[in-house]
């Protein structure tokens, strides 16, 4: 079964910082990527980052320079560190993971966490 647990979302003022976590469990294969992205109320939601399995990260435009995603391959853990946030930034934050066969380089499965809720206030 697979399992996306998130953790690290809560309330900042802006200006300040958190760290949300996502840890993968249970999935077949081999990651293709893990990313990031969220979804205000009454928005759509927005792809944030991503890091693939070789370390090659993308950023939204509007959070360049101020997020960083990580990822601990032996943990299969994808880290966002979220840096003068923004009151902008609050939303519900969802990690998803892409999978592959590990013998392809294309990817054929992927899974959501269940978000986690990141509120900054000015």
């Known amino acids: 079964q697979v399992q996306l647990v998130e953790s690290g979302g809560g309330s900042a003022q802006a200006g300040g910082s958190l760290q949300l976590s996502c840890a993968a469990s249970?999935?077949?294969?081999?990651?293709?990527?893990m990313s990031w992205f969220r979804q205000a109320p009454g928005e759509e939601r927005e792809f944030v980052s991503a890091i693939t399995s070789r370390g090659r990260t993308t950023y939204v435009p509007s959070v360049r320079g101020r997020f960083t995603i990580s990822r601990d391959n032996a943990k299969t853990a994808v880290y966002l560190q979220m840096n003068n946030l923004k009151p902008d930034d609050t939303a519900m934050y969802y990690c998803k993971v892409r999978t592959r066969p590990c013998d392809s380089a294309n990817y054929d499965n992927e899974y959501w966490g269940q978000g986690t809720q990141v509120t900054v206030s000015s």
């Open positions: 249970g999935y077949p294969g081999c990651i293709f990527d």
